[in-house]
């Protein structure tokens, strides 16, 4: 088995929400190691400036993952990398963010068009409502949500506008139906930014896939229950990988 595993974190929120999870994986196997890198400090919201950036400072050989946004560029650089790449796994990641004509499971384009207004005016206030909104529908959704704004880091807001803009652009079906390695996504039941009906529609978009649903989980489950998720990807590149 190969044992190096990629995580990749959200938007705005930095690192911080997938240390549990990390501490999680490597505890159920002392062979994995895992390794959680920061997204790119970029203007820009191209996505292959993206990718060249991860393509660049990540090892090749590994079990590519994220949560959210973090999710949605390691299945680009999964795509891209093909037989270098060992496995993907996403956490409450649509292909699509933004809903759009063909993509209609996802954030209604006008709710995320005042979220952008709201972050250029005040990114802090932003930030916060962001966490509420991550951690809605889970367990104990204030506390949790305190807990992601105190562990994020000090970000301009250019910064996290671009992050932003990258959001609305990406779209990462066709990576998903090109990757031809094992694949797991799991969604939340009660998450308030990917809305659970996207688990369907990813099925439907390429089928031999692993999907899981955490009930009564919100957007934020790499935090809320991070045992139960790295028992999750454990089973499965257990099952995926060669060991």
């Known amino acids: 088995m190969r044992d190096r595993v990629i995580l990749l974190p959200g938007w705005g929120l930095g690192s911080a929400p997938l240390e549990p999870l990390a501490a999680a994986l490597a505890g159920l196997d002392e062979r994995l190691k895992v390794q959680i890198e920061a997204l790119p400090m970029l203007d820009s919201d191209d996505p292959q400036d993206w990718l060249d950036e991860l393509d660049a400072s990540l090892p090749t050989d590994a079990w590519l993952g994220g949560w959210s946004l973090g999710g949605m560029l390691a299945a680009l650089l999964a795509a891209r990398r093909g037989e270098r790449c060992c496995g993907l796994f996403t956490l409450a990641s649509n292909p699509c963010f933004v809903a759009r004509e063909d993509w209609s499971t996802a954030m209604p384009a006008a709710t995320f068009d005042a979220f952008h207004a709201g972050c250029a005016s005040d990114s802090a206030q932003t930030l916060k409502r962001f966490a509420l909104l991550c951690t809605q529908g889970g367990a104990d959704a204030r506390a949790l949500a305190?807990?992601?704004?105190?562990?994020?880091?000090?970000?301009?807001?250019?910064?996290?506008?671009?992050?932003?803009?990258?959001?609305?652009?990406?779209?990462?079906?066709?990576?998903?139906?090109?990757?031809?390695?094992?694949?797991?996504?799991?969604?939340?039941?009660?998450?308030?930014?990917?809305?659970?009906?996207?688990?369907?529609?990813?099925?439907?978009?390429?089928?031999?896939?692993?999907?899981?649903?955490?009930?009564?989980?919100?957007?934020?489950?790499?935090?809320?229950?991070?045992?139960?998720?790295?028992?999750?990807?454990?089973?499965?590149?257990?099952?995926?990988?060669?060991?």
Do not use: C, K, M
Not at 200 to 214: M, P, R, Y
Not at 229 to 239: L, M, Q, Y
């Open 146 to 243: 305190r807990q992601l704004v105190l562990g994020a880091p000090l970000q301009q807001p250019d910064a996290l506008l671009a992050g932003l803009d990258l959001l609305a652009t990406l779209d990462t079906r066709a990576a998903l139906q090109a990757y031809n390695g094992p694949q797991l996504h799991l969604f939340a039941a009660a998450d308030a930014l990917v809305p659970v009906a996207a688990t369907q529609a990813l099925l439907e978009l390429v089928a031999d896939v692993e999907v899981g649903i955490l009930q009564g989980a919100s957007h934020a489950f790499v935090l809320e229950r991070p045992h139960e998720v790295a028992a999750s990807i454990r089973a499965f590149i257990g099952e995926a990988g060669d060991d």
